[in-house]
């Protein structure tokens, strides 16, 4: 089952403009982390930020996460056309049973016109 | 230092039968993690192997199985497909436990006739 929600499903904006996405949880989480997917590849790690950090910066990348809240943000600063690409977020919470899981998001689709 | 590879890359199978699907972590992480993409469901995980024991499974039926070997690479199998099964695999490793940062691999994409 789908932990994570983004928001919005589909996003199209101008070279150089900022983008941002969302996304929403449900349960108690240790951390939440961002992916980004180039069409039907495989996922390319972005960023990570634990349940005790607030915002973290990552070159054109900043993340937010309110745990008050359950969401985080995900903002890309003066985008580029090689920033078009599907972005996901994954939170890790326990599962029970000794063990944590990983649970992915449906993704923001992310265009970005040159 | 090489990154997480899956073999093959591309497979075409009929209903019935099965597929077992190989990948080959990063040297030195000893998690991988199996998940299955859909345009439908999203990523969904299906099971985490660290160490050759299968430690955490997701909500998927008993056909799908996977194991482990001694030096970390992982299979899954799947047997009587069905269409539904058609799908990107996705295989991702990490150092110690699957919800730190994941290193995927590109995948390998199985269409059920």
């Known amino acids: 089952s789908q932990q994570g929600e983004e928001d919005p499903q589909a996003l199209s904006i101008q070279e150089g403009e900022n983008a941002t996405m969302n996304c929403s949880y449900k349960?108690?989480?240790?951390?939440l982390q961002w992916y980004r997917q180039n069409s039907g590849r495989g996922l390319v790690h972005l960023i990570l930020?634990?349940?005790?950090?607030r915002e973290k910066h990552s070159g054109r990348l900043r993340v937010t996460l309110d745990t008050s809240k359950k969401s985080s943000s995900l903002l890309i600063t003066a985008s580029r056309a090689a920033d078009t690409a599907s972005y996901f977020c994954?939170?890790?919470?326990?599962?029970?049973?000794?063990?944590?899981?990983?649970?992915f998001g449906k993704g923001t689709k992310l265009s970005v016109i040159p | 230092k090489a990154g997480v590879t899956q073999t093959p890359r591309y497979l075409i199978k009929t209903r019935g039968q099965q597929v077992t699907l190989s990948c080959s972590p990063i040297?030195?992480?000893?998690?991988v993690s199996w998940y299955q993409q859909t345009p439908g469901q999203g990523l969904q995980f299906l099971f985490e192997?660290?160490?050759?024991?299968?430690?955490n499974k997701g909500n998927f039926p008993g056909r799908f199985s996977g194991r482990q070997f001694s030096n970390s690479r992982s299979e899954m199998n799947v047997s009587t497909l069905e269409l539904g099964d058609s799908a990107l695999y996705l295989c991702?490793?990490?150092?110690?436990?699957?919800?730190?940062?994941?290193?995927f691999g590109p995948g390998t994409r199985l269409t059920v006739l």
């Open positions: 991702a490793s990490s150092w110690t436990i699957n919800t730190d940062t994941q290193y």
């Open positions: 349960t108690s989480i240790n951390n």
């Open positions: 930020i634990r349940s005790n950090e």
């Open positions: 994954a939170t890790a919470a326990y599962s029970g049973a000794g063990s944590y899981q990983l649970t």
């Open positions: 040297s030195g992480h000893r998690s």
């Open positions: 192997y660290f160490s050759e024991t299968q430690r």
